[in-house]
């Protein structure tokens, strides 16, 4: 009989310890899958985070170490500055990179390390339990936010993909959510293209991908699906932020488009002697 559907080989057989309804399972399977099709579960190292994906090393079957919270981006600078062959990745929570490690993915992205960054925004500090984190919508219900988030008190989102969009160092950032079938499409292909941009070694990359929480929430697995595209497609739009021309062929080579080295404008004032 033909095989028309298998389990890709990049996830473990563990089964996910994720709530019903919670997209970081999606997430992985799509990370899982680019590296099977780029073959490259031999040699990627993953850096999981904290937060709910804690131990992702559990489920995504390349090599993973663990960095302390807010802190993948540098371990993940240390991994690829040595491997430079080899896809380096980090997967990361908004409490994780848009809080506590706010400098290290500002300082990643200002180096253009050659790293890829995953950063999956669900609006909430989820592990611990639904806490406020920056990402929380203005009015958004949380533990630490009761009658909402009061902007005139807890301060406005961080728009973290047009922030890190700016700086010169970024060369591909792409916002994407897996609400459905097309959306987990192009979810998947931001992810091979921002693969293709570190393969070809153009610099910094990062995916945004929208995502539920429907526990802390207080949401059915539906109805924070529909909350997501009804609230955080609004303040979060989807789209491209930096690089949507850089193209690649077939193969993942680089074929045309702007990149860190001559796009940025950077006032140049001597040669730099190495
Ligand atoms: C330095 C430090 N501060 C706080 C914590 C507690 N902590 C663990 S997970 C977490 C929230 C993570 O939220 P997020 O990164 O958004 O991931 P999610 O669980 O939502 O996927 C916090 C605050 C910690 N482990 N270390
Ligand atoms: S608490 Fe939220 S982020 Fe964590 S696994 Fe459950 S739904 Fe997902
Ligand atoms: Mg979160």
């Known amino acids: ?35 099977v099709a780029n073959d490259a579960l031999e ?30 981006p540098a371990v993940a600078t240390g991994i690829k500055r040595n ?12 409490g994780d990179l848009a809080s506590i490690g706010t400098a290290e993915i500002v300082h ?20 611990t339990s639904g806490q406020m984190a920056p990402t929380t919508l203005v009015g958004q219900v949380t533990t630490t936010s009761p009658w909402g988030r009061d902007p005139s008190y807890q301060g406005y989102p961080i728009n973290v993909s047009e922030f890190l969009s700016n700086l010169a160092g970024a060369a591909y950032i792409e916002r994407v959510c897996v609400t459905d079938f097309k959306n987990i499409q192009n979810a ?20 945004e991908v929208l995502s539920t929480c429907p526990t802390n929430w207080g949401k059915e697995p539906l109805a924070a699906m ?14 491209c932020y930096k690089g949507a021309d850089i193209t690649f062929d077939a193969e993942g ?8 080295a001559t796009a940025n404008n950077c006032v140049n004032v001597g040669e730099v002697k190495k």
């Not at 937060?51 to 960095?67: K, R």
Request: include cysteine.
């Open 108 to 127: 990643a992205a200002a180096r253009s390390e050659n790293i890829t960054v995953i950063f999956v925004n669900n609006a909430v500090y989820g592990m």
């Open 188 to 207: 998947k292909r931001a992810i091979q293209k921002a693969f293709n941009v570190q393969k070809n070694k153009l610099g910094f990359s990062l995916v």
């Open 226 to 239: 529909e909350w997501l595209k009804e609230n955080m497609e609004k303040q979060y739009p989807l789209g």
């Open 43 to 72: 040699t990627a190292v993953g850096v999981a985070s904290v937060g709910c994906t804690y131990n992702s090393y559990e489920y995504i079957a390349c090599d993973m170490v663990q960095a302390a919270h807010g802190r993948a």
């Open 83 to 94: 491997l430079k062959d080899s896809f380096v990745f980090t997967y990361q929570g908004d």
């Open 1 to 35: 009989m033909a095989v028309v559907f298998e389990p890709t080989k990049g996830l473990t057989d563990k089964p996910f310890h994720y709530c019903p309804g919670c997209c970081h399972g999606i997430i992985h399977r799509l990370v899982a899958e680019t590296l």
């Open 253 to 260: 080579n680089y074929v045309s488009g702007a990149i860190p």
